[in-house]
């Protein structure tokens, strides 16, 4: 569980996420507006006390904030590439797929940052997270080479696990 | 200036729906749920992200709001694709014939 101080400095932070994101959307600074913003954002964060955002146990040190910027450099190198390897297999006359669900295991402790890897898992195509319970993900893939052992299926998350370990834990 | 932003946006646009004619190819070619949600809910990511940099190039004006919807869709679209794939596989939808392994449903026998 975090500290309380961790906790009142991430409603703060979710307050203020809410706020930038009323702004944008109205893109205005009418006093009418602002006031609205601050009223709906503070109860918006009052009735989801408990709930997750971006930044709910998000680390803010250098080496966090520098593994947030690869992690999305990652992320849409990934999208990029199984976005071509999925166009492959749908265009391919043979449709060559062998799907199965298969269990890995995570290091991540954070539910924030499980919540980001299997978003990452599902975002990324080829892989769908179907489940998860605990520590294990159940991660349904498009084509599964037969011959992978066990402890290769790791492999489907280390890519992002290793970034979010840093910035989530 | 406006022109070259005018033709980059234009191919970025024409990127994006390839991306989403092969999503919809996918979602008529797949022979089960799991598979027809991996090709054609999330195929379309990449698709519709194109798209919203593309008119993000021809109307630079309109860039924070395409901006949200981007931020919007990444993390509202795997939500919904994990949702409708555990439902599915709770009801004990048909999978392909193909499906070689299903490690899922052999814990959850294990539990019950």
Known sequence: MPAPDNKKRDLLILIITLFLFWLLLNGSLAVDVIVTGIVVSALITVLFYQGLSFFTELRLTPAAILAGFRYYVYFFGELLRSNLKMAKIVITPSLPIQPAIVRVRTRLKSRMGRLMLANSITLTPGTLTVDMQGEWLYIHCVYRDETAKEQDTHDLIAGFESYLEVMYG | ?112
Request: without cysteine.
């Open chain 2, 1 to 112: 200036m406006s022109e070259l932003l005018d033709i980059i946006g234009a191919l970025l646009l024409l990127a994006g729906s390839i991306f989403l004619f092969l999503g919809s190819l996918g979602l008529l070619r797949m022979p089960d749920v799991f598979n027809r949600i991996q090709a054609g809910t999330k195929a379309t990511t990449l698709g519709t992200l194109l798209v919203l940099i593309g008119t993000a190039f021809i109307h630079p004006d309109w860039g924070f709001k395409l901006l949200l919807i981007g931020v919007f869709l990444l993390f509202t679209n795997p939500l919904s694709s994990q949702v409708l794939a555990n439902a599915a596989h709770r009801s004990h939808v048909t999978k392909s014939k193909l499906t070689t392994l299903d490690q899922l449903a052999e814990d959850r026998e294990e539990n019950s």
